[in-house]
Nanobody, 126 residues
């Protein structure tokens, strides 16, 4: 079992950048695939990106490809989401989530992630 705490959100102008961090407690961080999701006001939570337990595999939703980069540092028990060329439609609460490693599959489904952080607000002004 792990606990997740996001940070790094804030207000940024369109075209700007932010880096989100998600710090995990516990000594088994490297046994979890990690994902980032987001939820905009009045919308359902949506998948953003995922990374494998060892960082060798990543996946992105189409709307963020080429703009966002997910990475992890297992020595620091932290996963990151570097967000560049931000757009107003990226405005949302961003959540990190953990899914216990059970093979190479990187899930895009929020109900397949067992652990969640509290979220961090990202607001992109036009």
């Amino acid at each position: 079992q792990i606990q997740l705490v996001e940070s790094g959100g804030g207000l940024v102008q369109a075209g700007g950048s932010l880096r989100l961090s998600c710090a995990a407690s516990g000594r088994t961080f490297n046994t979890y695939h990690m994902g980032w999701f987001r939820q905009a006001p009045g919308k359902e939570r949506e998948y953003v990106a995922a990374i494998s337990w060892n960082g060798r595999s990543t996946h992105y939703t189409d709307s963020v490809k080429g703009r966002f980069t997910i990475t992890r540092d297992n020595a620091k028990n932290t996963v990151y989401l570097q967000m560049n060329s931000l757009k107003p439609e990226d405005t949302a609460v961003y959540y990190c989530a953990a899914r216990y490693y059970n093979g190479i599959y990187l899930s895009q489904k929020d109900n397949e992630y067992a652990y969640w952080g509290q979220g961090t607000q990202v607001t992109v002004s036009s």
